[in-house]
């Protein structure tokens, strides 16, 4: 019998962040026995565990040699031939040297990355010392997949120095576009000179590269060899990562949709670490005191010495300002309203997410009331299942809305990227009576279904259920089941994303416990999931039975664009009936893409798709002045025949359930988000047809007697 591991869930890939700060670009972090025992702990765990067996050998080898390359240099701005020369020395002995735990390949490339960066910075900086000749023709070509590398230093200057002057002649571009527009409004308004523009042009340039480096300088050693190990977990499929204890937090927090502190959203400008954004009833938001763009300095635990944190890279501040429940830190902040500088004493608490959290909204059309329900992702803390999840949420606003007589239901998966498979589970429950939801397979194993054991439907009205191409994993099984009983129409892109595979995350510590400190976790793709109908989401997603024209209709894009994507296939079906919910299901579906077929915004939104897809596709840019200026003028010639596309107004007001108003009394901020949420749903073309197609289905009075007993 195999090991199974706790809970599965899905979830879209993270990957790390560089948002952090300093001026040198650091190696002191690098633990030698470390990084040997976190490659020797995942090599075990992925061949003993993971989906797919895989062989260390030549081809793996090749993989890591070139993920491991171009993730550190994805531009070619670092790397020659002559470096790759000497790093083929172990292009087909990388899958040799991690069955010995050995990492001489990483060693050899990271440090000569760190010198690369070093004279990166100088470089830059001395060819935006003076204007570049923009009467000369030549072109950049900006698809790195396809470009070379620079075959010596001088030619990777010159490709520095053609990568530099076209953001400098795209910021000419923006600046000269700013004046004309100003121009237009004041007669008396005077232009600058084309040569004032290019010298502040580089000077922006300039600053950019200074910020970018800074952020790069505050990386350490373990952020890069993230970068290596994930080149190799990618080997086995895209969706398996490993997670630095940073990034493995991060996760969490997002997972859980809740994280304990001051709720405060930080940003890292320059050397200060600026607030963002309060989080809607956190407590930062409740003490009153701390303000968005508000400078933090120091930071003290209590009535602890206040550590200055000017300087300090921003993952570790927070970890300074973050903390448990009922614990109290001091801030020292300059203020932006009058630079004063002020302490600010804040009980940190939990902070719940909002924008993480179900949210819904009632609109009534042709005298009849609807629910939207707006779900962001599949939620759940896997550290205590008796808080909020998605499901309990999404059951409970279910309920509000019954109380005020909607008489059809959209839920909205748009741009949900995936979650927990156990909350997929169980939101499907609440549409059917019960029944198999999903199918999920083991290696090596027969596929067991997933069944809603509970007989209760929480929802036995018309639904609809809103996806896109960004709507993954857990989204995935959720649509799919509805399509399968007939439950449901799914209204949306043409297909989700086709991310059909299950990953765990598994806490390294776990299986080298006498290493002190924490190594990190790695997320690995243990199942693959099936529809009840026995074919695979992996790969193909779910097809909508209203397929609308999208901006990234046309685009490469989903899990099949994705190298070393798993492929799809099908096991055999599930037993179920079909809910036989609707009485005119496939006239609702015609009449739709007949108003579809024939509307002309949505026509017009499948041009620009075309039109999107071709300028994908162009990726040669002259750095001549003026041909890049016809060239743009030309392309912005073109681009406004679509200024208006997703122009719209639906007419409906939207508004928030009787519950939130009391809320609002407490809470403005979220009044206002709701606001803005409201007026966008009016403004959505999308949300208009889903609700055109709720408004026209009937349910079977067979079902309907089903629901009531």
Known sequence: MKTKFIIPFLAITLLFSNSVSSNTFSNNDNDPDKDRIIVYVLKNILSRYHYVQKDLNDDFSEHVYNTFIDGLDPSKRYFTQEDLKEFSQYKYQIDNQLKESNIDFYKLVYNRFLEKLT??????????EQPFNFKKDEVIDIDYEKVPFAKNETELIDHWRKQLKLSVLSNI??????????????KTFKKKTFKELESEARKKVLKNMDDLYMRIGELENSDWYSTFLNSIVSGFDPHTTYMSPRIKTR?????????EGIGARLQKKGIYTHI?????????????????????????????EPLDIVGMRLDDAIKFIKGKKGTEVRLTVKKKIDGSIKVIPIIRDVVELEETFVKSSIVEKDGKKYGIINLPRFYIDFNDLSRRDAAKDMEREIERLKSENVKGLIVDLRDNGGGSLKTAIEIGGLFIKKGPIVQVKYRGEEPLVKNDTDPKIQWGGPLVVMVNEFSASASEIFAAAMQDYKRGIIIGGKQTYGKGTVQNVLPINRFYEQYPDDLGALKMTIQKFYRINGGSTQIEGVYSDISLPSRYSYMDFGERDLDGALPWDKVQQAKYTTTNSYRNFTDVVYNSKQRVTSDEKFNKINDYAKWLKKNQDERVYSLN??????ESEAKNKEAEKFKDIFKFDSHLTFNSPKYELDLFKKDTVLKDKRTVWHKNLQKDIYMNEALNVLSELKMNENYNAIVKH
């Open 625 to 630: 002045y003026e041909t890049f200026k016809k």
């Open 276 to 304: 963002v954004e309060l989080i809607s009833g956190g407590p930062a938001w409740k003490q009153g005191e701390l303000e968005a763009d508000d400078i933090i300095l120091k930071v003290a635990q209590g009535d602890g």
């Open 119 to 128: 004279i990166a910075k100088k470089n830059y900086r001395t060819l935006l």
């Open 173 to 186: 571009e923006d600046a000269e576009a700013q004046q004309n527009e100003k121009a237009k409004k004041d």
């Open 251 to 259: 996760f969490d927090q997002e997972m859980s949709g809740k994280l």
